[in-house]
């Protein structure tokens, strides 16, 4: 059975996927950017939890992190547009179908990057903050 970590892991990537672009979950960058774009989401780290006693809980503000990345002749519009529609997709729906108490994304910072014989990617890491709670660290 899935932990409660994977379960709010799985239901924000597949949030992502809804999306015109190209979603991945912990792959590397492709050789080629798809003309929509691509989000890899990156799992993060749980960090250090909140524990109450009675009853036992562990209460995690999980840091996730989204990859977005654009290239092409537009993509300062496109970049716009994607973060945007990762922003429309986690306001939605705060808690994923019930998996987390409360998501919330945090600002970009877009850095343009040079390719050699192509045109320059637009790429950013969107942190995402997954708020939920466990009877088991492990679970």
Not at 75 to 83: K, V
Not at 102 to 114: C, Q, S, T
Not at 121 to 128: D, E, N, S, Y
Request: with cysteine.
């Amino acid at each position: 059975m899935p932990t409660t970590r994977e379960n709010t892991i799985t239901a924000l990537h597949a949030r992502l996927s809804a999306l015109p672009a190209t979603t991945l979950r912990g792959e590397v960058l492709p050789e080629r950017v798809p003309a929509a774009g691509l989000l890899i989401l990156r799992d993060g780290e749980p960090g250090e939890p909140e524990v109450t006693l009675s009853p036992l809980a562990y209460h995690y503000q999980h840091r996730a992190e989204i990859e977005a990345v654009v290239q092409g002749a537009n993509r300062d519009a496109a970049f716009d547009m994607l973060c945007a529609s990762v922003g429309a997709t986690i306001a939605a729906d705060r808690t994923l179908g019930g998996r987390c108490d409360w998501i919330e994304a945090e600002a970009p910072r877009p850095v343009d990057l040079p390719v050699e014989g192509a045109a320059s990617l637009k790429a950013a890491v969107i942190p995402v903050v997954l708020h939920y709670s466990t009877a088991d660290p492990l679970g």
